[in-house]
């Protein structure tokens, strides 16, 4: 084998000899790639298909040990490094140009124990990987909506989805995890355990180290549960959204509703000539009794007259994956997020004069109501600081050839910038574009200043830099 060049954290070049390469190959029971080995394209390609990095080197990782000997060789070599779950985070951080990538995606086992009502799930798990796990016994634990996500990015920033009003953020619900720090130790974080480090984990994303096992505590659901979609025509969007606002207000923290405005998919319980028509979709989920959620959900089929409904009760599973398809991996994406504590008529009027011009048919405006239980954990209870959240709003700019990237991306920022002056100035860090970075402190808020502290401790020499960055001041 050649030597390498890998790129270093000072932006320089390292030269990795062929014997350093072999020695590496020798203590990992995973795989070391580099460009043009069997495997690599795979590795590097990620759900976005607007990030086309290519990694100097790659340490796909088995376990605890692989990943240990990738931060020391990544650490002693000051290489440029990037950790990957399931590659799903929109910024693309979890691969970087000509640096060395830390792949988990292997390590992805999802062990249950039904009797502590705990999970212990492996970093390169995905959400569909946990469910599956945990639905076997009627328990869950509240993540995001699409099942091909990655746990580990997701919970490590927050965390949410439809069982968040009754359950929590995903991070509400973490209870320990193994971390493999800068220096690489391997430490166990909890509330009594290196708790500055579980405390930052808990929303501080890849900024402190490499997790490696999650443990979760797990609630009661299912696993059948009411769910599903109500689609309405465009034309009434706004007399629907105040609606909505009303109607989400003083809700039932087991219903969950959330609103999309697109155009319509070729869903067979829609007429076809509706298909491809823009309309507003409300997609729910109630995690009671289903006659009950039949009963509570029942006011929203009076928001105007619809185009067409699907509800009833679905394995939770099921519904987990229900915007899989159209969520593939491949296509071009560029997000941008507000948060909300009301959604007002001036940004409901901006939000259907952007959802009337979508320049793409995969293109959409989403509005999630969180509140709920996640609501009532306090800003400085861990990193995650967004408590005070009603509402997230995303503009998903999504399409196919490259060629039309100008287009959607000035879509989704006039977007953004016209509906800034609504919003409450505070971001979901998971949601962030990989050209925000002057976001990070919004992200944070409040909680900004102990997060430094936190990283100048586990991370002084910011190695771990390939995410929405902490940067430490020593
Ligand atoms: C289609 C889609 C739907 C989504 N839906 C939701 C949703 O419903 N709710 C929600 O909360 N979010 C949602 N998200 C956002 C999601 O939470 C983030 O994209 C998340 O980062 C994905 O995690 P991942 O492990 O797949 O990401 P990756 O891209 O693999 O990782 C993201 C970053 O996390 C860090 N990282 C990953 N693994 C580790 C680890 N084990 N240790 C340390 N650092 C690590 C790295 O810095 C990496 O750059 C969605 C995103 C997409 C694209």
């Known amino acids: ?75 002693d070599n000051e290489l440029l490094t990037s950790v990957k779950g399931a590659g799903h985070n929109i910024a693309g951080n979890a691969v970087c140009e000509g640096g060395l990538m830390i792949d988990l995606s292997l390590m992805k086992s999802v062990r249950v124990d039904p009797e502590t009502k705990r999970a212990y799930v492996e970093p390169g798990a995905t959400l569909g990987d946990v469910d599956k796990e945990t639905q076997k016994f009627g328990l869950a634990v509240p993540t995001g909506i699409n099942s091909t996500t990655g746990i580990s990015g997701l919970a490590l920033g927050g965390g949410f989805g439809w069982l968040t009003r009754k359950y929590g953020m995903t991070v509400d619900n973490l209870v320990s995890a193994d971390v493999i720090t800068a220096d690489g130790n391997l430490l166990h974080a909890s509330e009594k355990e290196n708790s500055e480090l579980f405390w930052a984990i808990r929303g501080g994303g890849g900024n402190f180290g490499v997790v490696t096992m999650f443990e979760f505590a797990l609630n009661q659901l299912g696993p059948e549960v009411l769910s599903g979609l109500f689609v309405f025509p465009f034309k009434h969007a706004k007399e629907i959204i105040n609606k909505y606002m009303e109607y989400v207000n003083g809700l039932t923290e087991d219903l969950t509703v959330w609103v999309v405005l697109r155009k319509a998919p070729p869903l067979p319980f829609l007429p076809e000539d509706v298909h491809g028509k823009e309309v507003v979709i409300m997609a729910f989920l109630y995690a009671g009794e289903v006659s009950e959620g039949e009963r509570v959900i029942d006011p929203i089929r009076g928001f105007a007259e619809m185009h067409g409904e699907h509800v009833g009760p679905n394995p939770f599973t099921g519904w987990q994956q229900a915007f899989d398809p159209l969520l593939t991996p491949g296509s071009r994406n560029y997000w941008k997020s507000h948060n909300f504590s009301e959604l ?26 969180v509140e709920g239980k996640a609501k009532r954990v306090a800003y400085d209870a861990m990193a995650y600081a967004n408590r005070e959240t009603n509402f997230f709003l995303n503009v998903h700019g999504r399409w196919e050839d490259e060629k039309d990237d100008d287009h959607v991306i000035f879509w989704a920022r006039d977007f953004f910038e016209k509906s800034a002056p609504y919003a409450s100035g505070s971001v979901y860090v998971n949601f962030m574009s990989g050209d925000e970075t002057d976001r990070v402190r919004q992200a944070y808020g409040p909680n900004y200043e102990r997060l430094v502290k936190a990283k100048n401790k586990y991370d002084p020499k910011n190695l771990f830099r390939m995410n929405q960055n902490i940067k430490p001041t020593i």
């Not at 007002?344 to 109501?369: H, M, N, T």
Request: with cysteine; net charge negative.
């Open 1 to 75: 084998m050649a030597d390498l060049k890998v790129k270093t954290l000072n932006g320089g070049e390292a030269i990795i000899n062929a014997e350093a390469i072999e020695g590496l190959r020798a203590k990992i029971s995973g795989e070391v790639m580099q460009t043009g080995v069997e495997g690599y394209e795979d590795v590097r390609t990620i759900w976005n298909a607007m990030i086309d990095h290519k990694p100097g080197i790659i340490i796909q990782c088995r376990g605890n040990n692989d990943v240990i000997t990738a931060v020391n060789f990544a650490h």
């Open 344 to 369: 007002s008529e001036g940004v409901i009027d901006v939000i259907i004069e952007f959802a009337g011009k979508l320049p793409k048919p995969q293109c959409e405006i989403f509005i999630a109501s």
